[in-house]
């Protein structure tokens, strides 16, 4: 929170900048005595209706949001395909009439918290389907996370790998995840092999991608379509959101979604 507070105090002090030096180079030099005068004059009314600032703030804050939602949801259209497609990683009704796309982390704290959200939503609705995007950016022990989850997915065990890793109370290392694996009872020698494979290095690498294209700053970040039969339609009215949310909320959008 206090990045982005940063982000947004930088972006006001540009935008306010801006002008002026854009001014300075179309008109003659101010002389030194009006140019202080000026500048009095609008630090005693700042000063005095100090609201205007955080006005301008929260205006800039909204604007930014509304370019970000507007990126995203042009990303979302562009990379449809990819984005819509989780061989391993589906979970619900493969042909729900809405889909749920995640990205997450497993050693992510608001991603930990939202799982059992996840799960909810699929147990009360037989039409959703979700797609989990693994994207681990918490360092070597989210990848071999990842990795592992993705290799149990060629073992039929994606989901049980999946909330596995996140049930453990220990901090994420190759052994608590071997542990996890053996749990859920995976063929240990395939999952190590599968976990160096090409084709879950190309899933990530896929991941990467999207999440570079649809500007994530973290997890998780969900978006929710509608996919009539399973099978996104182009131009469809998508929702983008780039943070936790309550389980209350992505229903609404779901509803939403579904009506759609």
């Known amino acids: 929170m206090k990045f982005k507070s940063f982000l947004t105090a930088g972006a006001l002090a540009s935008s306010l900048i801006s002008p002026a030096v854009m001014a300075a180079k179309a008109t003659p030099p101010m002389p030194d005595i009006q140019k202080k005068e000026i500048e009095k004059i609008v630090h005693d009314y700042l000063v005095s209706?100090?609201?205007v600032l955080l006005e301008a703030s929260q205006a800039l804050q909204q604007k930014q949001q509304q370019n970000m939602?507007?990126?995203?949801?042009?990303?979302?259209?562009d990379n449809s395909s990819q984005l819509f497609e989780g061989k391993l990683t589906t979970v619900g009704?493969?042909?729900g009439?809405?889909?749920?796309?995640?990205?997450?982390?497993?050693?992510?704290?608001?991603?930990?918290?939202?799982?059992?959200?996840?799960?909810?939503?699929?147990?009360?609705?037989?039409d959703l389907r979700v797609i989990y995007k693994e994207f681990p950016i918490f360092g070597k022990s989210s990848e071999t996370a990842s990795r592992a989850a993705l290799a149990a997915g060629m073992q039929g065990?994606?989901?049980?790998?999946?909330?596995?890793?996140?049930?453990?109370?220990?901090?994420?290392?190759?052994?608590?995840?071997m542990e996890a694996a053996k749990s859920i009872g995976l063929d240990m020698n395939k999952l190590k092999k599968d976990m160096d494979s090409k084709e879950v290095s190309s899933i990530l690498d896929a991941n990467r991608q999207l999440a570079e294209k649809l500007h994530l700053m973290g997890t998780p970040a969900f978006i929710v379509a509608p996919t009539p039969a399973g099978k996104y339609k182009e131009g469809s009215e998508t929702s983008f959101i780039p943070g936790a949310a309550s389980e209350e909320s992505?229903?609404?959008?779901?509803?939403?979604?579904?009506?759609n």
């Open 69 to 77: 939602q507007q990126q995203a949801k042009s990303a979302i259209q």
């Open 157 to 177: 065990k994606y989901q049980k790998m999946h909330e596995a890793l996140f049930a453990q109370d220990k901090r994420l290392n190759e052994t608590v995840v």
């Open 250 to 259: 992505l229903q609404e959008l779901i509803k939403k979604a579904a009506g």
């Open 49 to 51: 209706n100090p609201e």
């Open 93 to 95: 009704n493969v042909k």
């Open 97 to 126: 009439n809405v889909t749920l796309v995640e990205f997450f982390d497993y050693q992510c704290i608001h991603c930990k918290k939202m799982s059992a959200t996840m799960n909810n939503l699929v147990k009360k609705d037989r």
